[in-house]
């Protein structure tokens, strides 16, 4: 180990518990929740292997009133809740973490569709989820019953063994409710002066700390700014007030941003590594507790000046610990160059928001530890002696050819790129994704340490090429193409397009095209490319109209919590916008576009049309291979294989998962992949 890093490896004393090292895997959400408790006990296990100090669950329901489905959570409501759980508490102690539990009631950030519970709060209000029902606001007996509630869900978390219960005060949930004068409007002793609105917390973790005893430390999870300036709570303000009220009630502060989950776990496109330090700096001068904050910590040197400067106690992480959780034990044995960085695209808050299970761009391994058996760290030896022929070095080639090496196999990766990268070189050098090459980055670092595995560049091959390669295997990766017809996500009739030869797609742009201003971008796709390409154009000076079906601007990345910022940044850019309307005609200087509601048209002044709509696997080179078997017969190729977007173009983290899973079932049986599906515990 460096010895610039050993503060790292100091432990840390937390109430009457002690974490073996400041690397603290903050509660997150994984998808799995109790319907699941398999598949979350493999994963949080794995993060123990890999040397976290504490790692801790996700949100955990203290009552049926606090339901959250159908997105996936855990419950502590009754003893199979706690038979469950225990399992995760025993599989993190097997390796020498402390485990930690997040006690959470969302009051009126909850759905409660499948208990059918009304929603309560502070005080009366809608439900922060768009639905029809209100949240009633609580009397004095409901209060006395949550905190009934907290404290039996504290028994049973100390029953299950957890050596950390949280009283979870964040993320817009009940506790923070009655924090915030913005949804706390009670006259009573639980509202008015902020001292008043404290209350309930300092109750909380006095009735916590009485159910557990002296057996678990009690954690506090708080967001000190709320987002919303003077009129919410903000670091400088009632946020350092509540800090130092309770300053040395809890046994650890866990410190963040609330307003939503997005602003904790901003992006990368909208934030740097560490960029809540400046909210939360001032916590550790409060109080002699240690403190533990997020700040997506990828560089042990960031690690270190946060602790040596009195930032932080201890390292807090989520989105790094997914994307690597063996990051602690290779800064240990000296190996930080093999850590799989994190690169903030919240491909893993996607899976949750729209009740998945966990995934990630950077770790394909995560959330299939049980149901595929996968080990980030560990893959099995080769099952032949086959040599290995990967066409396309785009993020589902490398990594197939990474995790093939890896196996022990012989294994050739031709480009017709100069560099390796594939798609990723262009999408990276768009505004806020640079990020994102860290996909790239860390494959082709990684494949330089194998013997077995050649990488060539500028090698542009055809099937005659392939055939004499002298491979047994030959796996296609030649990546997609965005399309020229006008068929998108919402739009399916492609004969508005007679010109479309004349419209421009993001690949002409990246290959070099100068578009004419007035530029309009259509957008039928999404996620990242509009907006992003928008952005780029703007800031190079170009008059931007997007128009896109949707009501919003990249309405997917709602899913990735960035939906918000996106359209925040490109309207005060000067972004026209055109929103619900579809393609439907264009001309010279002129597009045309359709309200998908009333149909009623609308004439854009355009001198150039890009369409960023749908995309189209780029198949010649297998479509050639396979059309006549007995040539492949003949060159001995056993297999030929297409996979990420020259099978189905799909994410960055799809195309990853595409080379990988390629890589571990090359030598199995093709119906030698059933994945495992969890059944209710007995």
């Known amino acids: 180990m460096n010895p610039r890093y050993n503060v790292l490896f100091e432990p840390v004393r937390i109430g009457p518990v002690t974490a073996k090292n400041r690397f603290y895997q903050t509660p997150h959400a994984n998808g799995m929740g109790y319907m699941r408790p398999r598949s979350a006990t493999a994963m949080r296990a794995i993060k123990a292997e890999g040397g976290w100090g504490v790692v801790c669950t996700e949100y955990c329901s203290v009552h049926p009133t606090s339901d959250d489905s159908p997105f996936g959570f855990l419950s502590l409501w009754d003893e199979d809740d706690v038979r469950a759980l225990a399992k995760t508490a025993d599989a993190i102690h097997a390796h020498d973490s402390l485990a930690g539990v997040e006690l959470w009631h969302g009051g009126s950030h909850t759905n409660n569709r499948l208990t059918r519970e009304p929603l309560i709060a502070p005080s009366a209000q809608p439900a922060k989820y768009i639905q029809p029902g209100h949240a009633r606001a609580m009397d004095r007996q409901d209060i006395a019953d949550f905190r009934r509630w907290q404290r039996d869900a504290a028994l049973r978390a100390r029953s299950a063994g957890f050596d950390i219960v949280y009283v979870y005060a964040s993320h817009d949930y009940l506790p923070f409710q009655f924090l915030s004068a913005r949804t706390n409007r009670r006259a009573d002793e639980y509202g008015g002066s902020l001292v008043n609105r404290v209350r309930l917390l300092r ?92 700040g997506r910590f990828t560089s042990p040197d960031t690690m270190v000046s946060q602790i040596r400067r009195g930032i932080l106690d201890l390292i807090g992480a989520a989105r790094p610990s997914i994307a690597d959780p063996f990051l602690p034990r290779k800064i240990a044995d000296g190996r930080e160059d093999e850590i799989r960085e994190c690169i903030g695209c919240n491909i893993c808050r996607a899976a949750n928001n729209e009740g998945a299970p966990l995934r ?11 149901r595929r058996g996968w080990h980030p760290e560990r893959i099995a030896p080769k099952g032949s002696d086959s040599r290995v022929l990967v066409v396309g070095a785009g993020p589902a080639g490398l990594e197939a050819a990474l995790a093939l090496g890896q196996r022990g196999y012989r294994v050739s990766l031709a480009d017709s790129g100069k560099e390796p990268g594939g798609r990723l070189l262009r999408e990276a050098a768009l505004p806020g994704l640079g990020h994102w090459l860290r996909v790239r980055d860390y494959r082709a670092h990684m494949i330089g340490k194998l013997a077995n595995v050649e990488i060539f560049p500028a090698s542009p091959l055809t099937s005659h090429d392939v055939l004499e390669f002298g491979a047994d295997h030959v796996v296609v990766a030649t990546g997609s193409h965005w399309r020229r017809d006008g068929v998108g996500a919402c739009v399916e009739d492609i004969g508005v397009q007679a010109a479309g030869r004349k419209c421009l797609t993001p690949d002409d742009i990246f290959a070099g095209a100068v578009p004419q201003s007035p530029v309009v971008i259509y957008d039928d796709d999404h996620y990242a490319m509009g907006g992003a390409l928008a952005e780029r154009l703007l800031g190079q000076g170009f008059a931007v109209t997007l128009v896109t079906p949707m009501p919003v601007v990249s309405s997917w990345t709602q899913m990735t919590d960035e939906q918000f910022p996106v359209q925040k940044r490109l309207m005060e850019l000067g972004l026209r916008l055109l929103l619900s309307h579809r393609l439907a005609g264009h001309r010279d200087g ?25 995309r189209l696997p780029d198949r010649a080179l297998y479509d050639s291979l396979v059309a006549v078997p007995g040539d492949l017969q003949a060159a001995g190729i056993g297999t030929v294989t297409r996979i990420g977007d020259c099978l189905a173009p799909s994410s960055v983290a799809d195309a990853v998962f595409a080379g990988h899973r390629l890589a571990r079932e090359i030598d199995l049986p093709a119906d030698g992949s059933a994945v495992r599906r969890e059944r209710p515990l007995p």
């Open 203 to 294: 109750e909380m973790i006095e009735d916590t700390r009485d159910a557990v005893g002296d057996k678990c430390a009690v954690a506090v999870r708080l967001a000190v700014d709320e987002l919303h300036g003077p009129a919410g709570i903000t670091a400088d303000g009632e946020g350092r007030e509540i800090v130092a009220m309770l300053a040395e009630l809890p046994d650890l502060w866990d410190i963040n941003l609330a307003g939503s989950l997005g602003n904790d776990s901003r992006s990368s496109r909208f934030s740097a590594e560490a960029f809540q330090e400046d909210y939360v700096g001032f916590v550790k001068t409060l109080t002699s507790k240690p403190v533990v904050g997020v």
């Open 360 to 370: 990630c761009t950077q770790n394909p391994t995560i959330g299939e530890e049980w």
């Open 590 to 614: 002129a597009a045309d576009f359709a309200c998908v509601y009333t149909g009623r048209n609308t004439q854009v002044e355009c001198a150039s049309l890009i369409l960023v709509t749908g």
